[in-house]
């Protein structure tokens, strides 16, 4: 790893985009300009989606969000690697997203995401993203926090199961249950007989 | 085994998590239970719905700066920004073609200003000598004066 580090141009040729997680973390350790920069920019989109998706406040998503990249940045000399790097920045955004007493609950009213529209319109996708925020608003966070790692995220158990320091087995019904509630929920809000598909 | 039973193992059957004897068994009921593959559909839809909102989200522009700006970036990295290298054949053609650009410019904008033409000149009065004078008298410098007393 170190001497892809130092193979690789960290200037502006063009390889930093090719480097994987390791080698800019590895890049980062040794404060290699640029290797910070690439690093938020593959991971800038998630952290803030997965803390939107948990607070449901995207100004309180971006705060958390940087202050979880500053907490890596800071850590990354001392980082390991015996996780995926981005294994340990969702647990960072989610351990500071469900630490978060000062959330905000989503403006959007019920009323008007249960606006009628028709199928497949514009509106209606807009409506079905705000039905789904209040679906998450109205989960519990710890089955919120699994359900968007694995769905959203796409991590694999293992990797929940590293992230949220749970055992797997755990993973596995929390997430099924997690699942289940976002059902259930989901068909309380929008109406019956309209459900997740 | 009911169909409450087999519900409990569609969201790890959906993530390729269940183990195989189970999933063969979840598979031959799921070929004859249209709930139970509604049911696993309906989950498969969870992760497209929350997608449809991460798509939609609009993060601030200045996100990164304002990240590397608390993280102290320019402090731990000594880093300023680089002129990127295939700028710089750039930025020098553009300050050749300005300069250029300038001089042509100078060149057809200065003031007009005709060439000189000949005129003969009038002739120059002759100046006859003048007439010698008287001589202008000089005062005694002090060792004449001694000799004189």
């Known amino acids: 790893m170190e001497d892809a580090v130092r193979t690789a141009g960290w200037s502006t040729d063009g390889r930093l985009a090719m480097a994987d997680d390791a080698t800019l973390v590895a890049a980062c350790a040794q404060r290699k300009p640029g290797a910070f920069q690439e690093l938020l920019s593959r991971y800038r989109r998630p952290a803030i989606t997965l803390a939107y998706q948990m607070l449901g406040d995207l100004e309180d998503a971006e705060d958390v969000a940087q202050e979880a990249f500053v907490r890596v940045f800071q850590a990354i000399p001392r980082f390991r690697g015996q996780a995926a790097f981005s294994t340990w920045l969702y647990r960072i955004v989610t351990n500071l997203c469900l630490g978060n007493r000062r959330r905000r609950k989503a403006t959007v009213e019920l009323e008007a995401v249960r606006e009628p529209s028709a199928p497949d319109s514009p509106s209606q996708q807009v409506t079905e993203v705000l039905l789904t925020r209040q679906v998450l608003d109205a989960m519990p966070p710890e089955l919120r926090a699994i359900l968007l790692l694995r769905d959203q995220e796409g991590l694999s158990y293992t990797e929940i199961a590293e992230a949220l320091r749970l055992p797997l087995g755990t993973v596995r019904s929390r997430l099924s249950k997690a699942r289940t509630a976002f059902r259930r929920i989901w068909h309380e809000l929008s109406g019956a007989g309209d459900e997740v598909s | ?149």
């Open chain 2, 1 to 149: 085994m009911t169909c409450r039973l087999y519900e409990e193992q569609l969201s790890s059957y959906m993530d390729g998590e269940l183990a195989g004897a189970r999933a063969a068994r979840l598979e031959a009921h799921l070929q004859t239970c249209p709930h139970c593959q509604a049911e696993l559909d309906a989950i498969g839809g969870i992760a497209m719905r929350l997608r449809a909102v991460s798509d939609a989200l609009q993060v601030s522009h200045d996100f990164d700066r304002r990240v590397l700006r608390a993280f102290g970036y320019y402090q731990v990295t000594g880093w300023t920004r680089p002129t990127k290298s295939y700028l710089r054949p750039l930025v020098c053609i553009a300050l050749s073609l300005l300069a250029l650009l300038a001089g042509v410019w100078h060149y057809f904008t200065r003031p007009f200003e005709p060439p000189p033409v000949w005129q003969p000149q009038p002739a120059v009065p002759v100046i006859a000598p003048a007439a010698p004078s008287a001589p202008i008298p000089v005062a005694p410098d002090r060792e004449s004066r001694r000799s004189q007393r």
